[in-house]
């Protein structure tokens, strides 16, 4: 049986990502099925975009660790996961996932917090007098 490996970040959540032939299982962090890991359904969704535009949602099972970040940074770097595994198993899924946009890595990360200021940007309330 062939397994083929991805890694897929997002904001600071980090996704390794297993592969292999199956029935459209997902183990995500040692939970069985993507509901009971990712509680909302736009989660879930957002997820399985790379099987559903490749017509591969009950072809493969997924094991994944992730960690780091909250849960929509997670779900981002599981779906890129997915992708570029997907992409490892067949290049030609690689049109199709680029030019949904599925296949870039989304470079924003959280800014730091500076120094005199109540966040990353947002500023105390000025007072003239």
Do not use: C, H, W
């Amino acid at each position: 049986m062939e397994v083929y490996v991805a890694v897929g970040r997002r904001k600071g959540a980090v996704a390794r990502v297993r592969m292999s032939s199956g029935d459209g299982n997902f183990v995500i962090n040692g939970k069985n099925g993507l509901l009971e890991y990712f509680k909302r359904e736009v989660l879930k969704m957002d997820i399985e975009q790379p099987l559903v535009l490749t017509e591969n949602l009950d072809k493969y099972d997924f094991n994944v660790r992730v960690n780091g970040g909250g849960l929509s940074g997670q779900a981002g770097a599981v779906r890129l996961g997915i992708a570029r595994a997907l992409v490892n198993f067949s290049e030609d899924y690689r049109k199709v996932l680029r030019q949904a946009g599925l296949m870039t890595r989304d470079p924003r990360e959280k800014e730091r917090k500076k120094y005199g200021l109540a966040k990353a940007r947002k500023r105390y309330q000025f007072s003239k007098r």
